[in-house]
C-alpha cells in the first residue's frame, strides 16, 4: 500500500474519518441499512429525508465501490486515456503536435486522486450526520431477525436493508498471488506505470484498462478464454472495438486457457495455451477483472433468517424482500446487475416497499418494471438497453432490427467518429422497442433517449417524431426511427398512395 497524499488523506477524512465516536443508538429504527455503498447511501439518504430514524452502518469506506475504488477513479483515467486517443488523431484535423504526445502516468494518477477527494464530499460521514442519519463505523453483524451489532453495540429495527456490494472475484489460477494481483481495488493505488500489463478478463473492466494503459504507454496482453471481447455485447459492436485495440496495440489471447502463473525474480511469467500450443508471457503486472463476489460473509445471516448463496448473493423476490420479512436488500449483493445506476434504483424500490408497505402505503415496486441501460466505456463506448439476449437475434421472426452507421450521420462525419452505429431491435409489427445497442463516442449519453422511451411505451414512433438539434450525432436514433417507419411502407401501401395522387391531381 503505497504512501497516503493529501488528496487520499482529504478522501479519507470524508469517507472514514480517524476518531469517529459512533453516536449512542436512538432506540428502535425504523431502518438499518448495512453497507454505504451507492445502494446503502440512497437508502438512508431517502429514508431519512422522508422522516424515518435510519441508522447506516460501514466498516469500510462510505461511497462504496463507485467512488472509492469502481466508477469515479475509473473514469478520471479514462478521461485521460480519451485525450491521449484525440490528440493522437488530431494531424487528421490538420493540428500538428510537435514531438507527438507523452502521458505523466503519476500525475495523471495524481489529478484522479484529487476529484476522486472531490467528489467524495457527496458521500462523507459528516454529510449523511448532517441528514439526521446515525452513521456507525465498523462491522455489522446480525443477531438475530431484528437486531445488528456493530463494535459491541446493538441496534433494533423495524426493517433492515442489506446493502453490502460485492468485490473483485480472483479466478483460481495456480500461482496466481492474490496478494499481488492488481482487482479494481488496488489498481487505482499504481502511481509508477507498468512496462509490461497482463490483463486476465475481456469484458468491460479488462476493455477499458486495456485500452487506457496502451494509450499510456504499456504493452498490454489481454486473455479470456472466449472469442472474442465483451461476449454480451452485439457481436458486431464488439468486433468493431476489438479491431481497433488490435490496431491501437493491444495484444489479444482471446480463446486461451492460462495454465499457471510463476514468479521469477521481478517478472511474473504467465504459461497458456493458445491455439494449440503452449506458451508463455513474461510480465510486470496482473489485472484480473474476471467478474465480481457479492459480500455475505460474515453477516449473521443464518441467524436473521436470511438465505444466500456465494454467487449470486442474497436471495430476494421481485419486490426485494429476503427470507427474513424484515429486511430487504439492494444493489450489487442481490441484484444481477453490477452497475452503480442499478444499485441506485433498487435502493429507490426497497426504501417504496420497506416503509409504505402495501396494501397501507403507496403500492409495491418490482425489480421486474426495471428498465437498466449499461455501458462501456471504451473509445468508442458500447451502450445497451433492453433484455433481448443478443444470441437470440435472428432465431425468432419476432423480432425486426433497424441499424444506422455513424457513417450516415453528418456530426459524426464532423468530428471524425464515423467509427459505430445505432442499432434498434424492434417487436414485430409494432413500434415497441425491445432492445437497442450504440457504438458512439458518447453512446453513454445518447443511449438515455431510447431507454425513456422504452420506459414509457411510447416506442420508436415518439423518436421519429421528436425535433433533434442538426448537426448532432443523437440525430443517428431519429434516422433510426425515420427507417423503421420507411419499412413499414410496403409496396401495397406505396400503390395505393400512388392512386390517391393520381385521383387527387
Known sequence: MPELDKHDQALIQNVHPPGWINPTPAGRYNLVVLGGGTAGLVSAAIASALGAKVALIEKNRTGGDCLNTGCVPSKGILRVS???????????FGIQIPGGVAVDF???????????????QNDSVERFRQMGVDVFLGE???????????????LNFSKGAICTGARPAIPA????????????ENLFNLTTLPARLAIIGAGPIGSEMAQAFRRFG?????????????PREDKEAAILLQEKLIREGVRLYLGSKIVNVESDGSDKVIHYEWKGEKKEQRIDKILVSTGRTPNVNGLGLEEAGIKYDSRSGIHVNTRLQTTNPRVYAAGDVCFPYHFTHAADATAQILIQNALFPHPFGIGYAKT???????????????????????TEFGKTEEVETVTVPLSEVDRAILDGEEEGFVRIHLKKGSNQIVAATLVASHAGEMINEITMAMKSGAGISLIGGSIHPYPTQAE???????LWRKKGLTESKRNLLKRWFSLSR
Do not use: H, W
Not at 503519476?106 to 467524495?120: F, G, H, N, T
Not at 455489522?140 to 446493538?154: E, H, N, Y
Not at 437498466?372 to 433481448?388: K, M, S
Open 368 to 390: 421486474g418494471d426495471l428498465v437498466i441501460p449499461r455501458c462501456t466505456y471504451t473509445d468508442p463506448e458500447i451502450a445497451f438497453v433492453g433484455r433481448f439476449d443478443e
Open 218 to 230: 504499456s504493452e498490454v496482453f489481454l486473455f479470456d478464454g472466449a472469442t472474442r471481447i465483451l
Open 82 to 92: 480519451k485525450g491521449v486517443g484525440e490528440i493522437r488523431r488530431s494531424s487528421s
Open 106 to 120: 503519476p500525475k495523471a494518477m495524481e489529478r484522479m486522486r484529487k476529484l476522486r477527494a472531490e467528489i467524495s
Open 476 to 482: 443517428a436514433i431519429r434516422k433510426a426511427a425515420n
Open 173 to 184: 489460477i495456480s500461482g496466481l498471488n492474490r496478494e499481488e494481483a492488481l482487482t479494481s
Open 140 to 154: 455489522g453483524k446480525f443477531l438475530d431477525r431484528q437486531s445488528i451489532q456493530v463494535s459491541g453495540t446493538t
